[in-house]
């Protein structure tokens, strides 16, 4: 069975500019969490979608949103990009809210 | 949220067991202790969890305190491919999962 796959696996972006991630959960995986990690550091949590509703939001700013959609996919939006942004962008899905499967993530880059 | 203290970084050498350590003098009833580790140039791989007793799989074990306010992550055999991030997490109930900065493992041939 296919994992968790996300896209792009790299983005290279400049200040202002916004992006959307994407991420395909493993088969019959219903919750999506999106995570961010700055090089050195854990992973920090920034949303948690369940049934395609919110269930979980990190201390983010609002340039960041998520939605998930009817087949369980989610994306991941940031807008007006910033420097301190770059970061590796981890999804993980997960069996209604149990053990989390992360993808290899996408690493962003902004210029 | 409850938070997890772990070393840095240890070293362990190769087909010797390993004891990872977390502190969690904050914990409350409902929080499990999740164990993740994160290998380089990937997403983070679930290890284990437990909530009051002992737990045992074929990748660790995880040993409790008996109250609860620190837990241990044993690799029985260490290999090579053990060299990782490892993660202590409290997650209550079922809710978002909130990392810390992990110990690095170094293990030595």
């Known amino acids: 069975d296919a994992g968790v796959t996300q896209s792009p696996t790299h983005l290279i972006k400049t200040r202002g500019q916004q992006v959307t991630l994407r991420c395909s959960p493993i088969s019959g995986h219903k919750s999506v969490s999106w995570y961010q990690q700055v090089l050195g550091q854990g992973p920090q949590f920034i949303f948690q979608y369940y049934e395609k509703e919110e269930r979980g939001r990190g201390n983010f700013p609002d340039r960041f949103s998520a939605r998930q959609f009817p087949n369980y996919s989610s994306e991941l939006n940031v807008n007006a990009l910033l420097l301190g942004d770059s970061a590796l962008y981890l999804c993980?899905?997960?069996?209604?809210?149990?053990?989390?499967?992360f993808g290899s993530g996408t690493q962003l880059s902004v210029l | 949220d409850a938070k997890t203290t772990q070393p840095n970084s240890m070293e362990s050498n190769e087909e010797e067991p390993v004891h990872l350590p977390c502190n969690h003098s904050t914990i409350s009833g409902t929080d499990y202790i999740h164990w993740y580790r994160q290998l380089p140039s990937q997403g983070p791989e679930y290890v284990i969890h437990?909530?009051?007793s002992n737990v045992n799989n074929r990748m660790a074990s995880l040993a409790i305190a008996e109250d609860r306010k620190s837990s241990t992550l044993i690799l029985h055999r260490a290999t090579l491919r053990d060299a990782a991030v490892y993660y202590c997490i409290l997650r209550p109930n079922n809710n978002d999962m909130r990392f810390g900065a992990g110990t690095r493992l170094t293990v030595k041939p």
């Open positions: 437990g909530l009051t």
């Open positions: 993980a899905s997960s069996l209604a809210l149990n053990k989390l499967f």
